[in-house]
């Protein structure tokens, strides 16, 4: 079965996950962004989801990570969290 790490951050509006992007995309470090900025409790691990397969997490994350480039950030994610940045780093 495909097995998948990646990590994310949680925010409450699209137009913050946004901003967390273009700072991430501009040099700032994912981690550090997720541990400042993250509604989610993996924050403090730097966003750290570590790995799971299709149908552990919500279908708008399976869409993303089991489809989407290595080592970039995808998003702004809607779920019923609220707003995700995601970075797969790594599929099998």
Not at 37 to 53: I, T, W
Request: hydrophobic letters at 30%; a negative charge.
């Amino acid at each position: 079965m495909a097995q998948a790490t990646a990590r994310h951050i949680l925010v409450d509006s699209e137009e913050q996950c946004q901003t967390l992007k273009a700072e991430i995309e501009n040099g700032k470090d994912f981690a550090e962004v997720a541990r400042q900025h993250s509604n989610c409790p993996s924050g403090r691990q730097g966003g750290d989801l570590g790995s799971f397969g299709p149908g552990q997490m919500v279908r708008e994350f399976d869409e993303v990570v089991f489809s989407g480039d290595l080592n970039k950030v995808h998003g702004p994610v809607k779920t019923q969290f609220g707003y995700h940045l995601l970075e797969i780093t790594s599929r099998s």
